[in-house]
């Protein structure tokens, strides 16, 4: 458990949206903390979506603040531009940047939050000494690439350590986890110690992406303060 009272925070992938409709899609998650746009280019994964065009047609859309994932190579020319756009989070993967803290201080001067990813064989331990140059750490729960994977238990550790790591230094980083993230598996996720939570087939395939929100809130929620619920 974290020493802090966290918020929980759900962010919904629009990867699992309807990409004809993604304006009418947006607005069924206005109670979102966050959009999640997975921004994939076919080379650092093995998928390819959509590029800065239509994110800052989405920006301009919904009145949710945009969370963007880039998952492309050459990652510190393109990710200042989503930052240009307006976008609130701007998340980079360590492995696609030469110089992730030279790129995380460029996004926050043009007023955008810091995000820093790393791929499930990724360690966080060389990366820790970094963490108040970022907003936000994403560990990602699952390989990056597709929805609808099955949440990866063996990261469990990893986020452990990194909550251990930022309650220790006192920094305000957020841990943000990413995939596979169900009703079920957010509790595990969140008593680790991750607090902002992606999810795209667990509020897209259910018929009230609302209510999924809702009820993904309330179990991390739980998970935060386990005394309060039977109070
Ligand atoms: C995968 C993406 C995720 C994806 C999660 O590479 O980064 O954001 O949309 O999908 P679910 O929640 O279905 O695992
Ligand atoms: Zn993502």
Redesign the pocket.
């Known amino acids: 458990m974290a020493s802090a009272p966290l918020k929980c925070c759900i962010n919904p992938?629009i990867?699992?949206a309807d990409f004809v409709n993604l304006e009418a899609e947006l607005a069924r998650i206005s109670n979102a903390d966050a959009v999640?746009v997975?921004v994939?280019d076919n080379h650092f994964?093995p998928?390819l979506t959509i590029g800065l065009p239509v994110v800052e047609r989405l920006q301009k859309v919904t009145p949710v603040p945009l969370d963007a994932?880039l998952?492309i190579s050459d990652v510190d020319r393109w990710a200042p531009q989503f930052a240009d756009a307006g976008v609130s989070s701007v998340t980079f993967h360590v492995e696609a940047s030469d110089a992730p803290i030279k790129l995380a201080r460029e996004l926050r001067a043009r007023g955008a939050k810091a995000g820093m990813a790393l791929r499930p064989a990724t360690p966080v331990e060389p990366y820790l000494d970094m963490l108040s140059e970022v907003d936000m750490l994403l560990i990602?729960t699952?390989?990056?690439?597709?929805?609808?994977?099955a949440?990866l238990d063996v990261m469990l550790p990893k986020i452990r350590r990194a909550r251990a790591a930022i309650d220790g230094s006192g920094v305000d980083v957020a841990i943000q986890v990413?995939?596979?993230?169900t009703e079920e598996t957010i509790t595990r996720a969140a008593e680790a110690g991750a607090n902002v939570f992606?999810?795209?087939?667990?509020?897209y395939?259910k018929p009230s992406p609302a209510a999924a929100i809702e009820s993904l809130r309330t179990n991390g929620q739980l998970a935060f303060t386990p005394a309060a619920a039977t109070q």
């Open positions: 992938s990867l699992s999640h997975d994939m994964v998928n994932h998952m990602m699952v390989e990056p690439g597709f929805g609808g994977q949440f990413d995939g596979g993230i992606v999810a795209g087939s667990a509020v395939g």
